[in-house]
């Protein structure tokens, strides 16, 4: 979706180094949310923010941060990145709507991380 | 915690056969359930969603089947065609709380 993206779209790094993903939105949304797919085990939850002062861990927030400097935007932060932090990262948005799909999530392209 | 199991996790049909993808959930509070699909390269889109107070819903070729007692739920694409190849998950949140827990996902080959 044009409306949300994601920078790099590829990024290789090495062990140990510091890397930042960033998530933009153009769709007005309040909700943003990040997550890390892996073969075989689906979209997992890292990080979620339903404002800018509401940060949350998900089921896999562990060597992971987030800042949300804005309402559109939402980073994640690999402090001191791993091997098996190696994946494809999304970001999405949703918004609360008094009606229609009210959790529709709306993701961005991806970006693929190789840590070596 | 919430827990989505998928199955299968490959799927192949011929052109216009039926596909049908099954889910089950372990939380008995669940009340949404979405499906998604990723085609290649793209982020998942929203195709399908139900809510626990339906047992059925339908958009042209897709439907999604709810039971609530089983805890399951299950996508059915008929007349298949090959740009429904892709990757679907599905998912589902508990009444109460913040976040969607999904499946592990299906990838889907539509043959010509």
């Known amino acids: 979706d044009a409306d949300v993206t994601q920078t790099p779209r590829n990024r290789i790094t090495k062990t140990g180094k510091r890397i930042m993903l960033e998530c933009s939105q153009t769709k007005g949304h309040d909700r943003m949310y990040w997550y890390r797919q892996d073969p075989g085990l689906g979209l997992r939850l890292i990080y979620y923010s339903f404002d800018v002062k509401d940060i949350n861990k998900g089921e896999i927030s562990d060597g992971y941060s987030v800042s949300r400097q804005a309402q559109a935007k939402f980073s994640l932060s690999l402090e001191s990145a791993i091997p098996n932090q190696t994946a494809l990262y999304f970001c999405?948005?949703?918004?609360?709507?008094?009606?229609?799909?009210?959790?529709?999530?709306?993701f961005g392209p991806g970006t693929r991380l190789t840590v070596l | 915690g919430e827990n989505v199991e998928q199955h299968p996790s490959t799927l192949s049909v011929q052109e216009g056969d039926s596909a049908v993808i099954k889910c089950t959930y372990s939380d008995s509070a669940s009340n949404y359930f979405p499906w998604y699909k990723q085609e290649l390269g793209k982020g998942p889109q929203l195709i399908i969603d139900i809510r626990s107070n339906v047992g059925e819903k339908k958009d042209q070729r897709i439907a999604v089947t709810l039971n609530k007692t089983a805890k399951h739920f299950s996508l059915h694409i008929t007349e298949t065609q090959p740009e429904d190849s892709a990757v679907y998950f599905c998912?589902?949140?508990?009444?109460?709380?913040?976040?969607?827990?999904f499946g592990s996902g299906t990838r889907l080959q539509v043959q010509p």
């Open positions: 999405a948005t949703s918004d609360l709507l008094t009606s229609g799909t009210n959790n529709e999530q709306f």
């Open positions: 998912a589902a949140k508990p009444a109460g709380r913040r976040a969607l827990t």
